[in-house]
């Protein structure tokens, strides 16, 4: 599954700045308002992509940033030459299986990839174990629209939703639940208010992994 998602990723790599920079440069500011990093922080941010949010950064804010896209972390690597941010550190890291020890980060975000990656749960609970005790976590995700043209055609793209990168409908509240994610606070994002911006506090250890499955029953709504 893992193999599928970087050959999908390695096609978007080449369009996705142009095409999802703009969809979702609303929810970028927000969560990275909404975030706050301040001086000295260490940052991770999970399945970073093409990098799009690593220019806000101020340089005295430590950022990692981790994908399993090579093509993905390609373009994020030309940016941090581009904009000169010796700040950020790439690698490729799987997020379900992490190499960093833990209680590492003060903030991590998972900016639309929680419902990309193959376990949900296994990703999120590796998510709280890098984390710090009492640091923060900030999700962002689609989460569908009421709006009647797009929610058919989302409808109509429904079954290929998956196999073409977009990610599956997971049922997040009960993601965060079974994940003890207690929700801080929360708001809508993007055009048409498509997606939801999570924060969550780690104040909790990890539940024993759950298989993915468990969470891709019902569309979050
Ligand atoms: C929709 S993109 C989001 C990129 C970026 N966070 C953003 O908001 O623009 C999803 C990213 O998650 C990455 N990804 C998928 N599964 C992953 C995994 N198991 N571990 C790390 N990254 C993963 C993909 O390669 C892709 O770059």
Same mark, same amino acid.
């Given at each position: 599954?893992?193999?599928?998602?970087?050959?999908?990723?390695?096609?978007?790599?080449?369009?996705?700045?142009?095409?999802?920079?703009?969809?979702?440069?609303?929810?970028?500011?927000?969560?990275?308002?909404?975030?706050?990093?301040?001086?000295?922080?260490?940052?991770?941010?999970?399945?970073?992509?093409?990098?799009?949010?690593?220019?806000?950064?101020?340089?005295?804010?430590?950022?990692?940033?981790?994908?399993?896209?090579?093509?993905?972390?390609?373009?994020?690597?030309?940016?941090?030459?581009?904009?000169?941010?010796?700040?950020?550190?790439?690698?490729?890291?799987?997020?379900?299986?992490?190499?960093?020890?833990?209680?590492? /980060?003060? *903030?991590? +975000?998972?900016?639309?990839?929680?419902? $990309?990656?193959?376990?949900?749960?296994?990703? !999120? %609970? @590796?998510?709280?174990?890098?984390?710090?005790?009492?640091?923060?976590?900030?999700?962002?995700?689609?989460?569908?629209?009421?709006?009647?043209?797009?929610?058919? /055609?989302? *409808?109509? +793209?429904?079954?290929?939703?998956?196999? $073409?990168?977009?990610?599956?409908?997971?049922? !997040? %509240? @009960?993601?965060?639940?079974?994940?003890?994610?207690?929700?801080?606070?929360?708001?809508?994002?993007?055009?048409?208010?498509?997606?939801?911006?999570?924060?969550?506090?780690?104040?909790?250890?990890?539940?024993?992994?759950?298989?993915?499955?468990?969470?891709?029953?019902?569309?979050?709504?």
């Amino acid at each position: 599954m893992s193999e599928h998602i970087k050959k999908v990723y390695s096609f978007y790599s080449w369009i996705y700045d142009a095409f999802f920079g703009k969809i979702f440069e609303h929810g970028r500011y927000v969560a990275f308002h909404m975030m706050n990093p301040k001086a000295n922080e260490t940052v991770l941010e999970v399945g970073v992509g093409t990098g799009l949010s690593l220019p806000l950064y101020a340089k005295n804010v430590e950022v990692v940033g981790i994908d399993i896209s090579q093509e993905m972390l390609d373009k994020a690597q030309r940016k941090k030459q581009y904009y000169n941010l010796s700040n950020v550190n790439l690698y490729n890291m799987d997020a379900s299986s992490m190499t960093f020890a833990s209680n590492t /980060f003060d *903030k991590v +975000i998972a900016s639309h990839v929680i419902t $990309v990656v193959t376990d949900p749960l296994r990703t !999120l %609970n @590796e998510i709280k174990r890098v984390c710090k005790k009492d640091g923060e976590i900030f999700i962002v995700n689609y989460t569908g629209c009421n709006y009647k043209l797009i929610a058919a /055609f989302e *409808k109509f +793209i429904s079954p290929f939703r998956d196999k $073409v990168g977009l990610g599956k409908h997971i049922d !997040l %509240n @009960e993601l965060l639940r079974y994940a003890n994610l207690p929700v801080l606070s929360e708001q809508r994002v993007n055009f048409l208010e498509m997606c939801r911006l999570i924060k969550c506090k780690n104040t909790t250890t990890t539940t024993l992994p759950k298989t993915a499955s468990t969470f891709c029953q019902h569309r979050d709504s």
